[in-house]
């Protein structure tokens, strides 16, 4: 089970973390990532965080995003900083069996979103 919180309605230039609590997996052992999906458009990837502490971004959230996991409470971030009106979207927390399914939108096991709005 994954379970977001964190969102809610944000200025532009503004911050935000989201928080992930992770139940049921090796969560140590599984990489870890955050999509985000826009009105209209498909789920796309944020960053990824491997079991190593390796992360991949973005480029669209590259300098302003950062990924980060907490082993010892089993949760995942992601501190959001420079917010744009582009970022609002639903914001997803995943997780997988292998890499290659934490990277997939289609693969993977899905908390239920958390709404980031951006205002000007």
């Known amino acids: 089970r994954l379970v977001e919180s964190g969102g809610g309605l944000v200025q532009a230039g503004g911050s935000r973390r989201l928080s992930c609590v992770v139940s049921g997996i090796d969560f140590n052992r599984n990489a870890m990532a955050w999509f985000r999906q826009a009105p209209g458009q498909q789920r796309e990837m944020v960053a990824v965080?491997?079991?190593?502490?390796?992360?991949t971004y973005a480029d669209s959230v590259k300098g302003r995003f950062t990924i980060s996991r907490d082993n010892a409470i089993d949760t995942v971030y992601l501190q959001m900083d420079v917010l744009k009106i582009e970022d609002t979207a639903v914001y997803f927390c995943?997780?997988?069996?292998?890499?290659?399914?934490?990277?997939?939108?289609?693969?993977?096991?899905w908390g239920q979103g958390t709404q980031v709005t951006v205002s000007s």
């Open positions: 995943k997780t997988g069996h292998t890499l290659g399914a934490v990277y997939s939108a289609n693969m993977g096991y």
């Open positions: 965080i491997r079991s190593s502490g390796g992360t």
